[in-house]
């Protein structure tokens, strides 16, 4: 048997459930209106800190290498924001699930970090020789497996044109680990 509500009873129900959600709501405006102005304060924050990061990786590479400039202000972006949302979940009082989100990102970040350790390697190292004054396009070099001249320096490969008109790309972290330089052009003495 199906037990018929009167409709009194169906407007005290529906009358309970909105008080109760409008008590909720007022609860909860301060640790709202908290993270609101933590959001505020984090973009301006935000802005700042990328164009700093663009300037800094700008200077460091040479100008065209623009996607890799982009690149990095990307990722330096994702991670402020990132954090940004995780102290947003923490003023809202969901703390246990900022800080599992958390540990479960940095989990997939070490294994994508330990998966493009080589390409970081690389790029890293040719940072180095684009900006090293005695590895230059057109120099005489030598590594621990191929001898030829210096075609072309890229922020991950090294192109070595050999004395026999081949072409040999290398990885930068194996030309950075071991090379040496055979013309006789004088060498810039500089402080790395």
Same mark, same amino acid.
């Given at each position: 048997m199906i037990a018929t509500v009167g409709p009194f009873a169906l407007v005290a129900g529906v009358v309970r459930a909105v008080d109760t959600? +409008?008590?909720?709501?007022?609860?909860?405006?301060?640790?709202?209106? $908290?993270?609101? *102005?933590?959001?505020?304060?984090?973009? +301006?924050?935000?802005?700042?800190?990328?164009?700093?990061?663009?300037? $800094?990786?700008? *200077?460091t590479l040479p100008s065209e290498e623009d996607l890799v400039v982009d690149l990095g202000v990307?990722?330096?972006?994702?991670?402020?924001?990132?954090?940004?949302v995780l102290v947003v979940l923490d003023i809202l009082g969901m703390g246990e699930i900022a800080a599992s989100l958390g540990t479960a990102t940095g989990f997939?970040?070490?294994g994508i970090s330990y998966a493009l350790s080589n390409v970081v390697a690389d790029t890293v190292s040719g940072v180095y020789l684009l900006r090293d004054p005695d590895f230059e396009v057109g120099d005489q070099v030598?590594?621990?497996s191929v001898t030829g001249t210096v075609a072309s320096i890229g922020?991950?490969?090294?192109?070595?044109?050999?004395?026999?008109?081949?072409?040999?790309?290398?990885?930068?972290?194996d030309v950075d680990e071991k090379w040496r330089r055979l013309d006789s052009a004088p060498i810039v003495d500089e402080m790395d």
């Open positions: 959600f +409008v008590a909720s709501v007022l609860e909860a405006l301060p640790s709202i209106m $908290a993270a609101v *102005a933590f959001l505020l304060v984090a973009a +301006v924050g935000i802005t700042g800190i990328r164009a700093l990061t663009r300037r $800094a990786i700008d *200077a990307l990722v330096v972006t994702i991670f402020l924001w990132f954090g940004a997939i970040a070490l030598t590594t621990a922020l991950r490969k090294t192109r070595l044109e050999t004395d026999d008109g081949e072409r040999v790309v290398l990885a930068n972290a």
